[in-house]
């Protein structure tokens, strides 16, 4: 059965899995992401899903477009289905 929403511990550990293969700290993220440090955290912890906006910054930041991190989340979704 297809989930009815997207669980964002998954959204949450796709980014931080993005953040940790480019070595880069929260504190340089967020500050490159234009987010709060704790807004950042709570988002990668799955305590809060980000907006498209939110992602797109992030993406922007990482140097990775938006499509390859819905992707990932797909992806860690299919394995968990």
């Known amino acids: ?29 967020s500050g490159l992401a234009d987010l709060g440090r704790t807004h950042l955290s709570a988002i990668e912890r799955g305590e809060r899903k980000p907006t498209l906006e939110t992602l797109y910054k992030i993406s922007l930041a990482l140097g990775v477009s938006m499509s390859e991190i819905v992707s990932e989340i797909e992806d860690e979704i299919s394995k968990r289905s």
């Open 1 to 29: 059965m297809k989930q009815s929403s997207l669980d964002p511990q998954i959204v949450g550990m796709v980014i931080w899995r993005f953040r940790k293969r480019k070595r880069i700290s929260q504190e340089v993220l």
